[in-house]
């Protein structure tokens, strides 16, 4: 019989369940692991790098590596300040100093317009078909730069306002020339009012604002020749640096192998030689022929242009002195008003051309300006005639010593505009052979850094890995 197990038959129980648990569930077993795993892969990789630093293998591929980078990197910020400066350069060849010229052109036009406004008005009810023609295609000129320059300007900048207020004020001022040549075919002393306000308006409104443009143009063209003159230093100090590590490495090379010459390393040091050496005189160059520019071509041609305006305004002066006949005073009514401008304006003329004479660096550009001062002191004794005349009560006499056809003060205006003419023809002449020659030293370069040192990282790479064929 068999016994039973001692304390009788027992229930057996159902096993009882966890209680659920209450906070957030647990992260699984592989996110718990994948931290670790990232740490691990960390701490092997520098474990890696440290042990390969301790062996002249491991130590070269670390050093092939730098220099490589460093080389491509010289190359790289030699491309791009170049590049800027190079971009620089252009604005001053293509947009700055053309603008300025037409800025320029835009006073002239202006002054030249009133200046045969008033020839016209003293040479009776029929102007010359000549003098009136000439009016028309200095208003039209100066209408084509506006919109030329107002095209090339943002209107919020100052030169597009005074863009801006040039377009309001030439219709008003044509207007007013008008209105003075109908009534002097009629013979009506009103003409004349019209003619003096209208040059009030030109002296007052319109040729300060023509003058401001200029200005604004000038500067703008000084800051881009500033920028493209600007000495490359970041280029030339990661230069330095390339050039030395690379010649620390054939040190290196040399005293661990007894070896002169890397071939590899060789050609890494020639081309970041080349580079160097081309961005050194390339940006000499065009430095020196860009300041050749702006000092022998843009500052005679601030002068003449300057001298060239002055005689354009004392010629309109000398004009209305007849005009008005002694009715605008000055503002202690001692003098003619006309007389004491036309006196002003010669003088600055006179000073101008003796700059402009001083600034000249060769006989070419020397000998217009000395034919124009021999004319403006031809010009002042014609008019001291002149006035002597119509002092005298000759107003007919002096009429024909001002706008006559022989040895009148318009003959000698003329032979001064001309030969100022010729004298700016020959700056400008000279600033773009020397602007597009600084131009020309930077082109080429840019590309030229980045190709370089492409072929610089390449052969110091190869360099290197011949030196670790060694350890295989």
Sequence with gaps: MTQLPQGGPQTQRAPERAPAPTGPPAPSLPEQRLPAQHRSAWA??????????????????????????????????????????????????GRSQPLSADAANIYRSLADADTMAASGFLAGAQEPKAVQEQYRKD?????????KASANTDSSTSSGQEITTLNELLPVYTGLIERARANNRQGLPLGGAYLRYANQKMSNELLPAAERLYAAETGRLDRDAADARRWPYL???????????????????????????????????????????????????ARAELRSAMVHGQESLDVLNNARINSLKARANENLTLVARGAVLTADGSADQYETDYTTGMKALGAQLKKAERLADNDSGRAPVAEAARSVTEWQDRHRKARATDDQGDYDGALKQIIGAEDSTGQSF???????????????????????????????????????????AVAAILGVNRRLSEYR
């Design 44 to 93: 092997e990789q520098s474990r890696r790098l440290r042990a390969a630093a301790t062996t002249e293998p491991g130590r070269l591929q670390i050093i092939g590596a730098v220099l490589a980078l460093l080389v491509v990197a010289f190359g790289a910020v030699t491309a791009l300040e170049i590049s800027h400066r190079a971009s620089a350069a252009d604005d001053v060849v």
């Design 139 to 147: 208003i039209q000129e100066a209408a084509r730069l506006l919109v």
């Design 235 to 285: 280029s030339l100090g990661a230069g330095l640096v390339v050039l030395g590590a690379l010649v620390w490495m054939q040190r290196r090379n040399y005293r661990r192998t007894n070896r002169v010459f890397n071939h590899g390393l060789l050609v890494a040091t020639a081309a970041a030689s080349v580079v160097l050496l081309w961005l050194a005189v390339g940006h000499t160059v």
């Design 414 to 456: 003329q032979q001064v505009d001309t030969a100022l003419r010729k004298a700016l023809a020959h700056e400008q002449g000279e600033f773009t052979a020397a602007a597009e020659d600084g131009r020309g030293a930077l082109r080429g370069l840019p590309a030229g850094a980045a190709a370089l040192a492409v072929l610089g």
